[in-house]
């Protein structure tokens, strides 16, 4: 932080600083800092506003209750949907401009919410849906990889369900390329207003 503004560093060199300055006393205080090569996204206090920035350019918020959760190789940045002292939870996936592309999942509890896993080798986010369907999307392409009722993991399944079910696809020879298409999303989509939480 620099007079209360946010600057992310590299090698000493600054690669870009927020527009707006932010009541708090360092990085450090801050909920979530995304930097990523489509741009930077930030929240400042958790359960607080979220903030998106194309590319190096200026900030400006979101008005989704949540927070960013990660780039994605396609270059849009998964975001978990969530409202202060709600029980449910969801996930978007929205553009570096901070529009809404598509909406992945609703109405999840916390125990389902919890078994997402952001694969940041490969660019990708894994998690389950309120079905209980283990989905796999790069920001773009989002696909079904299995059912974990019919891998026979059940609700009672500990926190790492979805890596189970993901290694237990990959061995039955479903591999990143051959699941069934569930959707893709146009860079032409119109932006979706979230809906309201209960």
């Known amino acids: 932080m620099r007079d209360g503004r946010l600057v992310i560093m590299r090698d000493r060199s600054q690669i870009w600083q927020s527009a707006a300055r932010y009541a708090v006393r360092d990085a450090a205080h801050m909920a979530d800092i995304l930097p990523g090569q489509p741009g930077i996204a930030f929240e400042v206090h958790p359960s607080g506003p979220w903030f998106i920035a194309r590319g ?38 929205y553009a570096p401009s901070g529009s809404r592309l598509a909406t992945l999942a609703t109405g999840l509890t916390v125990s389902v919410a919890g078994q997402r896993d952001d694969d940041l080798g490969a660019g990708t986010f894994w998690y389950l849906t309120a079905g209980r369907n283990l989905a796999r999307t790069d920001g773009t392409a989002t696909r079904i990889i299995a059912s974990t009722r019919a891998l026979g993991l059940t609700s009672s399944a500990p926190p790492s369900v979805s890596r189970q079910a993901e290694e237990f696809a990959y061995s039955l020879g479903v591999s990143r390329s051959s699941p069934a298409l569930f959707f893709r999303l146009s860079s032409a989509a119109p932006d979706q207003r979230p809906r309201s939480r209960h």
């Open 56 to 93: 190096r350019g200026p900030e400006h918020r979101v008005a989704a209750a949540g927070w960013p959760e990660m780039w994605t190789r396609s270059g849009n940045l998964i975001v978990v949907l969530h409202r202060p002292r709600s029980r449910s939870f969801g996930y978007a996936v």
